[in-house]
């Protein structure tokens, strides 16, 4: 992990070149903010290469990057651990109309809490959460808040392998997206904010689980006029 | 332009393959979202690229993307044209805490008004929003509506040639920002949005164009604890 090596990367750094690769843009997460700030502690020149990421890839949906609020994360759910704050970021995104992109969880390199207690380096197989658990992860929330930030019917697009050549996406309710099978991992979600433009509307239908259903929400939602 | 030559580029696009290149991210826009669209109706088969973008590649500022509302650009006002529509989606972005990347307006193959009437093909210079007209330009905003969204002392960055060799970044208050000098096009610009994380704090003060004030701005508008 970066957090732990900043120390190792950074070694002989001021001597040599040291070139460091990562998934998506740099600067898409606070990591490599925190790396490049200990290096300029240190006097060593940085520079930075940008990339696409998915923040911006997800434009592939037909949503208008421009109408994105901010991103929010969803974790993985258990027993005891129920983090909700993504909600009260989708409450804001929504309170000005903008569409929310989900980055979902992924889990490796996890330890089972019995092999942690006994200090075994034997690692769980990994995990990436799916459209349809998100979707399910999303509901419940709502119901146990109640605050109607979104329903059942509101309307998301499930996105598989954004970028590769076996991309999917999926729009439809909440509720279809909760039985949704969009194939391999990484997966993430948009919810649709209200002010969404018709060419946008006319993109995303042509993913559309169900025509029907899409319409009616559509009209329910985002059709201001 | 893409909008008007959609018919060409997609002439033949059934036989034969076509390769279209943007710059920046391909669905950073609606335009390309449109002409992906039609060839849809002619059943052309798509496919496209991610690429990186300002709108990531202003990750690094240090500002972390995950924090930013909806993208807005600003216009060069005339005597009787001055669009404020931007004041209203920042002070959207304002009112949940989120940062606003402002991009700035180019003018290329544009004909003065005598011209355009004669019908004579002559273009004026290309002319480029810099960082200090934009700031100029939103302090007249603010000052005309009253809305409190920002003030002369609120933070922001001024970018310039992001992702280029030279890029540039100087962070100061409106009122400095007014009066900087980044060199050559093309500039852009973010303002602070009030849920700002230390280590942004860390990052942006290092290209501050006065520390002082920067750390009074700090203090006064981004300092939540």
């Known amino acids: 992990m970066v957090e732990s090596s900043s120390d190792e990367i950074l070694e002989d750094a001021d001597k040599s070149d040291i070139a460091f690769l990562v998934v998506g843009d740099p600067f898409g997460a606070t990591t490599h903010t925190d790396l490049v700030l200990r290096a300029k502690e240190l006097s060593i020149p940085t520079k930075s290469i940008p990339n696409a ?18 991103t929010v994360s969803m974790v993985f759910f258990t027993d005891n651990w129920r983090p909700a704050s993504f909600y009260d970021r989708i409450r804001e995104n929504a309170s000005i109309g903008l569409h929310t992109l989900m980055l979902l969880d992924i889990k490796v390199k996890e330890q089972s809490l019995e092999n942690m207690a006994r200090g075994r380096k034997i690692y769980e197989p990994p995990r990436y959460m799916t459209v349809a658990q998100c979707a399910q992860q999303m509901l419940e929330i ?23 050549e076996d991309q999917r996406f999926a729009c439809g309710t909440l ?3 909760c039985d949704i099978e969009l194939g391999p991992p990484l997966h993430s979600l948009v919810l649709l904010g209200k ?12 993913f559309a689980v169900n025509e029907g259903t899409f319409d009616r929400s559509w009209k329910k939602y985002h059709d201001t006029k």
């Open 53 to 70: 990421s998915i923040l911006n890839a997800i434009g592939a949906t037909g949503l208008q990057l421009y109408n994105f609020g901010q």
């Open 175 to 177: 509720k279809e997206l």
């Open 142 to 164: 709502e119901e146990e808040k109640g605050g109607k930030v979104y329903n059942e019917d509101s309307l998301a697009i499930g996105c598989a392998r954004v970028g590769a």
């Open 195 to 206: 002010r969404a433009h018709e060419l946008e509307r006319d993109y995303i239908r042509l």
